[in-house]
DNA sequence: CATGAATGAGTGTTCATTCAT
DNA sequence: AATGAATGAACACTCATTCAT
């Protein structure tokens, strides 16, 4: 049911998957306990569950990055960056869950890997056909790259700083071009 | 007591603060719980004094940043990542626990902002001097710089690569140098 | 909850309210410890629950005094004696609890105070309406007078003794008023 | 030792009995656990000692009693009253930790009852010698009457009336003469 | 004699989960 | 399908007591 999983999100996004009461997630989704019960197995499973709509969301950011046609240069990247920092602002809590030990669940965190793993794959061949990469370490360097946007995404949206302006995403896109793949992007006047 | 600070890190590097027992904590630095609380008032005070024993640690980092004599170039900024690298490697959890919100000690999260920030600002100061920087944006790339070395670290580590070789940081070192501060750094031969 | 109230009563009444677990008082209501934390905040919640209740009786019999048309004498005091005994076997330990140090809740104390002075006003001008009465000094020999019926009643009770038979009331009826009110009271043949 | 008895009442009277922590007494006693548990066995046993102090005051009292020489009026009365409150005003939680049955020892509380006997006793023979006693019954007057001295010292020494002053006393020995044993006292001049 | 760090059984409290309605 | 009162295992924390120094 879409109201417990959105309130799954608020909840989980405010005080964090284990501080998390499965009450403050009911009351949020003016529900109650018994149905929760009724849409998830347990606490865990919504966790699951959310973490499988995360995945879908960037399998499809993948196969999209894998459907662009013609040239992938500076607004290409900056475009993809965009989605994917809207992605994480999302569902950080349920990527931050996965990536961490904080759930047992070896499927979730599978799943969550497999997702990135695709966006990775598609993000380094996109980069390579245009020609202007020059990774230093192929796996390490894709592996930095996410791990920065995670946490750099983290950062700006708990400091309040509000929806990613025109600002942010120029220097990421910056950042990311010049220091991960070589591109010496100055921002097109 | 060292014995149970020990013991606190591991556990929470182990199965997270939060899903960490007072249990676990006491028996993995085998003493019992009446030791635990006649040194810590409660859970969340170990990890405050995890937390200021890990900024100590980034202080002094900052400080002996400033100490460097002479150019600041790829072999120092090597030497820097080295160490940073190692204290996130021993205080992971707790500087992770601090920077997400959840711990709700307000003090605990601005000595760790506090701790952070020198580091920063004495990084800057020697690249700058150096000559060789151009970043794009000074507060946001060396926030993103930070970001990316604590969630990469995370990540190396967590994925059981053990320690970090000379590889792994030359990789990094190179990343950091090329991307974010435009210093071309080719490995020394 | 009445079944939780009552198993409070009766294992305070048992153990003292210190000495009383949570788990006699669950265990006595045959149910758990989630239904008691569901109704009652905490231990000391449920003795302030209580503390309610026996006020409000109290409250209840000064009011009943105010409204006694007629004389005052022998049997309306008796009477009252008879129904005070009774709230204090009842409530014995309640009213021992606020009255004594033994909770931290000054407004408990302060509720407790309040019911009894009401009682005390009452009584003292019912008995001086009936003309008989030469109190030593009215606001120490109403405390004395309340004072001696909660430790006798106390006494007796604890003794063993049973239910406040004829003869006992007569005994304290007699004391009260000969002694403290100067009422010349001899058994009514 | 002293040192710890003292502290061990004034603790007592703080908290009560049950409240009091061993850690309290100690450090009001300025010594260590270890000196605590070389004199006493146990908490319940420092107040077994205290009880056996008081017992002794009390059979003291009980013997001077028995040892006053020609009539037993109202000054004598008095006598005994600021005595006996003294004795409280000192022992008040030990009292009323053996009176009621917060302390499973039957030992402790037996003592106690037992020099409450002797008191009663000579107290009895006493105002019987001075001819003007017509009690409405012995056993129960006198139970009565130590309850309200009991209560009603209580209740002035925790309103913070402070020391037991003349008129107070003549207030309590005047309920007692006229209530209890039919001295129609007045004040001498 | 004196100490106080160490102990662990015992207690209050929480919260995910169930089930009769 | 939906409810929410009831449950109890699990956990944080306390404090009387011990014992090596």
Chains 1, 2, 3, 4 share one sequence.
Request: proline share 2%; with cysteine; net charge negative.
């Amino acid at each position: 049911m879409r109201k417990l999983s959105d309130a799954g999100l608020r909840v989980f996004a405010e005080r964090g998957y284990h501080a998390a009461r499965v009450d403050d997630i009911v009351r949020s989704a003016r529900t109650s306990h018994g149905t929760f019960y009724l849409y998830f197995a347990n606490k865990e499973d919504l966790l699951r569950a959310l973490a499988v709509e995360c995945a879908d969301s960037l399998f499809e950011l993948a196969d999209a990055l894998g459907e662009i046609e013609g040239e992938f240069g500076y607004e290409e990247l900056r475009a993809f960056l965009a989605e994917f920092l809207g992605i994480y602002r999302s569902y950080g809590v349920v990527i931050r869950a996965w990536m961490e030990d904080q759930v047992p669940d070896r499927d979730v965190a599978r799943t969550g890997v497999k997702a990135y793993t695709a966006i990775a794959k598609r993000l380094a061949v996109r980069l390579e056909e245009s020609g202007s990469v020059q990774p230093v370490d192929a796996a390490t360097s894709v592996s930095a790259l996410m791990a920065m946007l995670e946490r750099f995404n983290y950062a700006v949206s708990s400091r309040g700083l509000g929806a990613h302006d025109d600002e942010t995403l120029d220097t990421v896109a910056r950042l990311v071009g010049q220091g991960f793949f070589g591109i010496g992007v100055s921002r097109p006047a």
